[in-house]
């Protein structure tokens, strides 16, 4: 299933006790559409506040149900935060963690003096000038394949903190800057820490080349403020052309 939401409402996408989240939430709507238990994996957790354009998750069931009747039944007892924007039967060898060979991210920024209203929980605002060029040439040196300790939280439990990063661009639409990265996989709040350090540097409290001195560390302690969660999507994910997944194109995503 391709999954799309607002992270705004949830602390994230793990089932935690006591507090919503967005596993939770399609796992009991899947449950009534099933009339069974449905457990579903994720591609990827994100934390709270963070949003999803195409989270992809998989689950298992002897219930036969169409693809429509997965979606729209789903999303009669989804809340408005949450909606199912396809599904497909798998084969066995397929899982959407482990099959997959590439995550997309977009961290999205309202760059203007006055703070935003309708769009305060799905942007990060930064009120200071912020130099895309600037930014843009230290994204430059995250390119590639590297050891990002120090772009990744103290707490993550990753095996690896080696990632391979296949690009990462900053683009400015008016009032907005946009930072995309695509990598064969994430560290926790690597994305964020990438978009703290880069924030840094477009307000010009460090030079562009900072951001590979903070790579070159390998000690978070080195590696700045993690950025906001509320600009940060999950845009797609991406498997073998073999499971023939009915993905969203990057084009339909947030923007």
């Not at 299933?1 to 967005?22: I, K, L, N």
């Not at 800057?177 to 994305?191: P, T």
Request: glycine content about 6%; charged content about 20%; overall charge positive.
């Amino acid at each position: 299933m391709g999954v799309e939401y607002d992270g705004s409402a949830f602390c994230g996408w793990q089932t935690q006790r006591g507090v919503p989240t967005v596993q939770q939430a399609v796992e009991a709507a899947l449950t009534k559409v099933a009339a069974s238990p449905i457990s579903v994996i994720c591609a990827g957790r994100t934390d709270t506040g963070v949003h999803a354009a195409e989270q992809v998750v998989h689950f298992e069931t002897a219930v036969q149900r169409d693809n429509r009747a997965w979606v729209f039944g789903a999303n009669r007892f989804l809340p408005d935060q949450v909606s199912v924007l396809w599904a497909t039967p798998v084969t066995h060898d397929f899982h959407a963690r482990f099959s997959a060979v590439r995550r997309r991210y977009q961290y999205i920024i309202f760059n203007r003096a006055i703070r935003p209203t309708y769009l305060q929980k799905r942007v990060t605002w930064i009120a200071r000038p912020l130099d895309v060029q600037r930014m843009a040439q230290a994204a430059c040196d995250l390119m590639g394949e590297h050891d990002f300790s120090s772009y990744r939280a103290v707490a993550c439990q990753a095996k690896t903190p080696v990632r391979q990063v296949y690009a990462l661009s900053v683009q400015r639409f008016g009032s907005y800057l946009s930072i995309d990265i695509e990598a064969n996989a994430f560290l926790q709040h690597m994305v964020r820490n990438i978009a703290g350090v880069l924030i840094d540097i477009g307000c010009g409290k460090q030079p562009p080349e900072w951001a590979k001195i903070v790579l070159e560390q390998r000690d978070r302690t080195q590696g700045g403020v993690t950025a906001l969660p509320h600009g940060l999507y999950l845009q797609q994910v991406s498997y073998p052309d073999k499971f023939s997944l009915p993905q969203l194109s990057p084009s339909n995503a947030v923007w």
